[in-house]
């Protein structure tokens, strides 16, 4: 954790272990619209940025990789960071304990994370998450929901259908019969539909 911190007016204060001038702060959280010097780790509603979300896969995705799991999705939430693990012949709960042991100890060197938070790992269940090319390929023929970052022209942002293609630009559905294309930059969130 940083020993300086900005407040949004621009001034500089010092944070002592428990938190900002000594005191700790409540929820595991900084108060609201408090910012880290450099970028802000927290968005308006207790939301973390897509940045620390991004920095994060960076780091744990090889560790994963290299324990023999590929890492499906990282979520974060107020003091939470959750990662889901797959492998070809399932994970178990001593997988997760593995992937636990060896995370946490590169969180603890790397510290990217400003806040007091609660590492949980687990597999990714039925309705998993599309989050790459690859997770897409993997699961042509399946059934899929889709939300859009932003509504078409006709306002449908939410899709539910059958994965019929992917490709370089994007994936194909097949909804109600009728094909819909879909760019990947287009696509906001996407898992299983079982």
Do not use: K, M, Q, Y
């Given at each position: 954790m940083r020993d300086r911190r900005v407040c949004p007016q621009g001034r500089t204060r010092s944070v002592g272990p428990g938190g900002l001038d000594g005191s700790n702060w409540s929820r595991g959280k900084p108060p609201r619209g408090f910012c880290f010097l450099g970028e802000s780790f927290w968005a308006e509603g207790g939301e973390m940025t897509g940045t620390l979300r991004e920095r994060l896969i960076a780091l744990i995705?090889?560790?994963?990789?290299?324990?023999?799991f590929e890492l499906v999705e990282l979520e974060l939430a107020p003091g939470v960071v959750r990662l889901f693990i797959d492998h070809?012949?399932?994970?178990?709960?001593?997988?997760?304990?593995?992937?636990?042991?060896?995370?946490?100890?590169?969180?603890?060197?790397?510290?990217?994370?400003?806040t007091a938070y609660r590492l949980e790992v687990s597999s990714p269940g039925l309705d998993r998450v599309l989050r790459?090319?690859?997770?897409?390929?993997?699961?042509?023929?399946?059934?899929v929901w889709i939300e859009l970052k932003v509504p078409r022209a006709q306002g449908r942002r939410r899709y539910t259908g059958r994965l019929a293609a992917v490709d370089d630009e994007g994936i194909r559905l097949v909804v109600d019969e009728q094909p819909v294309s879909m760019a990947f930059g287009e696509i906001g969130k996407a898992k299983l539909a079982p």
């Open positions: 995705e090889p560790v994963v990789a290299d324990l023999g070809s012949d399932g994970v178990r709960v001593e997988n997760c304990e593995r992937v636990s042991r060896e995370v946490s100890a590169l969180l603890d060197v790397e510290d990217p994370i400003p790459t090319r690859a997770h897409f390929e993997r699961f042509v023929g399946e059934r």
